[in-house]
């Protein structure tokens, strides 16, 4: 089946004329009629009558025009976006990141991408630090951004962006957060809220472990949503990096000797042709200032 059989047929059933058919189209009638006998072969039966002085859809006819219809429609649309997304007027960024990466990191970049483009399509996959290097190498994401991917592949390009810490998190209303300075021996009476979705959970439960703080004993949350509302509700403490976005109703605090750093880095596959979205984004969070980042999350 041609697509343009099935605009010849469009137009004979929209105007019942086989000669205002073809004139609309802009061929000849015996061409027109050529297309639409083969297009009935194809389907097996006739899909006009041919009388005088309109044709007639039969009763096949009939039932396949809005089949048709949406088959043409849907050609046309597939063409007008290819034509768009060549043309430069339509973007489109597939992008993998790690649960335990905020997104708001990426808003105020994305925000400039999209003045570039006339319509800006985002596609976000959520993952393990396994499941995004999965994401880039079957081509389901163009960027991958995470601490660590931990995935030995010798096309897998990272890029560092930022290097941040660690801090305590808890409910303002907890005593804890009325302390000036929070050793580990504070932590050993709290409950702990532990983030096993990122990727240094368990590098961070053995530091805990290693001072004394009982984490095995410790809640475990699988979503940085279910953690703020589990903070808001003070069932617990956490501890999150410096870039977690956090609400008015909790508090950051330093721990003494708490010496756990993570670099968020942005990957990539070599050799894989990247849209010119992708390409956009990739030069922005290469050089974006993410010091300046970094001093406002510890700050708020």
């Known amino acids: 089946m041609e697509m343009h059989q099935?605009?010849?047929?469009?137009?004979?059933?929209?105007?019942?004329?086989?000669?205002?058919?073809?004139?609309?189209?802009?061929?000849?009638?015996?061409?027109?009629?050529?297309?639409?006998?083969?297009?009935?072969?194809?389907?097996?039966?006739?899909?006009f009558r041919r009388e005088r002085p309109a044709a007639q859809l039969t009763e096949l006819g009939l039932r396949m025009h809005p089949l048709l219809r949406q088959c043409f429609e849907a050609a046309t649309g597939a063409r007008q976006?290819?034509?768009?997304?060549?043309?430069?007027?339509?973007?489109?960024?597939r992008i993998a990141l790690t649960h335990s990466v905020d997104l708001s990191l990426l808003i105020p970049h994305l925000d400039q991408i999209k003045r570039l483009f006339n319509r800006l399509e985002f596609r976000f996959l959520r993952g393990t630090s396994r499941e995004v290097g999965e994401f880039l190498k079957k081509g389901e994401a163009e960027l991958g951004i995470a601490a660590e991917i931990g995935e030995d592949w010798d096309r897998l390009d990272a890029w560092p962006l930022f290097t941040e810490s660690f801090q305590?998190?808890?409910?303002?209303?907890?005593?804890?957060?009325g302390l000036d300075r929070i050793e580990f021996e504070d932590l050993r009476a709290e409950q702990l809220l532990l983030r096993n979705y990122c990727e240094h959970a368990e590098r961070l439960s053995s530091s805990l472990r290693s001072h004394g703080i009982d984490v095995d004993h410790s809640h475990e949350v699988s979503s940085e949503r279910d953690l703020i509302e589990l903070l808001e509700a003070d069932i617990?403490?956490?501890?999150?990096p410096d870039t977690a976005s956090i609400p008015q109703t909790l508090k950051r605090?330093?721990?003494?000797?708490?010496?756990?750093?993570?670099?968020?880095?942005?990957?990539?596959?070599?050799?894989?042709?990247?849209?010119?979205?992708?390409?956009?984004?990739?030069?922005?969070?290469?050089?974006?200032?993410?010091?300046q980042v970094l001093g406002h999350s510890a700050s708020s």
């Open 236 to 240: 617990g403490i956490a501890v999150v």
């Open 81 to 93: 976006l290819a034509s768009s997304f060549k043309s430069g007027e339509v973007g489109a960024l």
């Open 168 to 177: 305590l998190v808890m409910n303002r209303q907890r005593p804890l957060a």
């Open 6 to 47: 099935v605009r010849y047929f469009l137009a004979v059933a929209r105007v019942l004329n086989f000669t205002r058919a073809a004139d609309e189209c802009n061929v000849t009638q015996p061409s027109l009629t050529r297309a639409i006998k083969q297009l009935e072969a194809e389907l097996g039966g006739d899909l």
């Open 253 to 291: 605090s330093a721990v003494d000797g708490l010496d756990q750093r993570r670099t968020v880095h942005l990957y990539g596959v070599a050799g894989r042709q990247r849209t010119a979205v992708a390409s956009a984004v990739m030069r922005l969070l290469r050089g974006a200032d993410w010091q």
